[in-house]
């Protein structure tokens, strides 16, 4: 018998078998089925591909963590045992708006009605997540939704004020301990083991992680993949460790769960990290899926290149560890086996005298995809570099490392590194950037570096404020 997936909707729970409701499959989007099939309309449709945050809705977790959302992009199968909420289930005291929403009328800041139930939305994950009010969370707070119209001011002014509310305990969804397949196509393992199995019996099924790329296959393309194997669920892959040496970052941790490790052990990834896509993303997109889609264009990649990042590849064959470096085989192609998964990234934290840095340029400052993304690690002893890693994004058919561009750097200094930019790199022309500008980035992004380290204090970001 086919599983039923259940979640908590608005402090109520549901459970639906999908095959007996005619056009829902677990493949359908949450958005879809809150507007089509519950008529919670106040979610609203914009982009269909994760950018503008109009279908933005909160899950709610039992440590109390709220977390913005894309449901636009969320596949019903993902929900399972998630707790979720939209704008129709804020409530005040007695029937009266929640305070959020009334923070938000009294500083004039609903606008055109499409946009503002997401704004809300997110407003309330800020607010009922306990952060500081200050202008920089506030923005990260609003990175994913757009406005096109007034603009943010009253909005920011109405997330100063709700900021800091207490969080309420919400009903949970029960927890599943056993793996569940729904309609015979969306696997939903519990165990490493399950998940191998499945892999191994199933070749031709998508592993599906957070689905902030897949899910763009049934929002925006209506072409929905047609088996999937989640690997949300598997305590292996979800687990972040480390030691005085290493950090390992499971492939299915959230970005939101790995920041604060990755952040803690690099500091420079905070500001990159938060232009990786809008908190909506990064509560449910994955370090493995970044890896996952082997895009040109990743963020994650060029910085792991830099770390000496390694993967742990597992399947029903056994395990296996492979450099970053040698996964990224061409164009869209990896070193990974039909039959494998990537279980988790691992990477050494940095000695005493080294340094990493990290860039991202890109068209607009927040929630873009990078033009070149870059990342250095240096170890400097007595002011001499002796010993660089640079990885580059947006510069060649794979993330990549520049090779030529270290070894000038080692030799000669930064003016020899950055002529050699064009020895590691023949980038292509497209819409976000010719071959010359990607080339002239690169060879900036080399200057900026030189910047960073001659002269620390001299400002080198685009702050957003
Ligand atoms: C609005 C928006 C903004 C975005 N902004 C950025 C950005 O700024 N920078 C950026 O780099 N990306 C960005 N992305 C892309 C995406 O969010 C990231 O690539 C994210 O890391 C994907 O992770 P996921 O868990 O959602 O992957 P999924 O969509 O679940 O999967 C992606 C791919 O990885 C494979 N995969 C997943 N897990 C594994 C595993 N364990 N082993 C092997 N293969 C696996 C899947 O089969 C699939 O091919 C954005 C996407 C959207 C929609
Ligand atoms: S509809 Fe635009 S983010 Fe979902
Ligand atoms: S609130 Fe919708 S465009 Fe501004």
């Known amino acids: 018998m086919a599983d039923h997936i259940r979640f908590t909707l608005n402090d109520g729970p549901v459970e639906l078998s999908p095959s007996e409701h005619w056009g829902v499959s ?7 089925w ?7 309309s106040g979610t609203k449709e914009g982009c ?5 945050g109009a279908c933005t809705v909160v899950l709610e977790q039992a440590d109390g963590g709220r977390r913005p959302v894309n449901a636009c992009i969320a596949l019903l199968g993902q929900i399972d045992g998630l707790s979720v909420r939209t704008v129709e289930g804020l409530r005040g005291p007695e029937g009266s708006p929640h305070a959020v929403q009334v923070a938000m009328a009294e500083a004039d800041a609903t606008q055109c009605g499409f946009c503002t139930p997401g704004f809300v939305m997110s407003a309330y994950a800020f607010a009922a997540g306990g952060e500081k009010a200050d202008l920089e969370t506030i923005h990260d707070a609003l990175a994913g939704n757009l406005c096109r119209c007034t603009g943010y001011r009253p909005i920011v002014e109405a997330m100063t004020k709700a900021a800091g509310l207490p969080v309420e305990p919400v009903p949970l969804a029960p927890k599943r301990t056993g793996p569940a397949v729904f309609d015979g196509a969306f696997f939903a393992p519990r165990s490493l083991a399950e998940l191998l199995k499945l892999r191994a019996a199933h070749p031709d099924a998508l592993l599906l992680a957070g689905a902030t790329d897949l899910g763009l296959l049934a929002s925006r393309s209506r072409k929905p993949p047609a088996a999937v194997i989640h690997v949300a669920h598997v305590p292996d892959l979800t ?4 030691d005085k040496a290493r950090i390992t970052i499971g492939a299915a941790a959230t970005y939101a769960d790995a920041m604060p490790t990755l952040i803690t052990a690099y500091p420079a990834l905070k500001t990159y990290l938060a232009r990786l896509g809008s908190r909506q993303i990064r509560s449910l997109g994955t370090i493995g899926g970044n890896i996952g889609t082997a895009s040109p264009i ?3 990649p060029p910085v792991l290149l830099a770390l000496e990042a390694s993967l742990k590849l597992v399947s029903v064959r056994g395990a296996r560890d492979l450099p970053l470096e040698e996964f990224f085989l061409g164009y869209r192609k990896t070193a990974l086996a039909p039959d494998e998964v990537i279980q988790s990234i691992s990477m050494p ?8 840095f990290c860039d991202k340029v890109s068209k607009r400052r927040d929630q873009d995809i990078s033009t070149v993304a870059a990342g250095y690690r240096l170890r400097i002893k007595s002011g001499r570099i002796e010993d660089v890693r640079i990885g580059f994004g947006g510069m060649a058919a794979t993330p990549k490392r520049a090779r030529h561009v270290e070894a000038a750097l080692l030799k000669e200094g930064f003016t020899a590194a950055m002529a050699a930019v064009p020895k590691d790199f023949q980038p ?8 010359a ?18 002269e620390p204090r001299r400002a080198v970001e685009v702050e957003a404020l």
């Not at 269909?48 to 503008?52: F, M, N, S, V």
């Not at 687990?239 to 480390?242: D, P, V």
């Not at 292509?428 to 071959?435: F, Q, T």
């Open 26 to 32: 677990p493949m359908t989007t949450l958005l879809d």
């Open 34 to 40: 809150l507007r089509e099939r519950r008529g919670l």
């Open 48 to 52: 269909a591909e994760g950018d503008c």
């Open 239 to 242: 687990a972040i460790m480390q």
């Open 298 to 300: 990743g963020d994650m």
């Open 349 to 356: 934290k940095l000695w005493p005298g080294e340094f990493f």
């Open 428 to 435: 292509i022309d497209d819409w976000r950037g010719s071959a």
């Open 437 to 454: 500008y990607r080339l002239q980035v690169a060879a900036n992004l080399l200057r900026r570096l030189e910047l960073r380290l001659a």
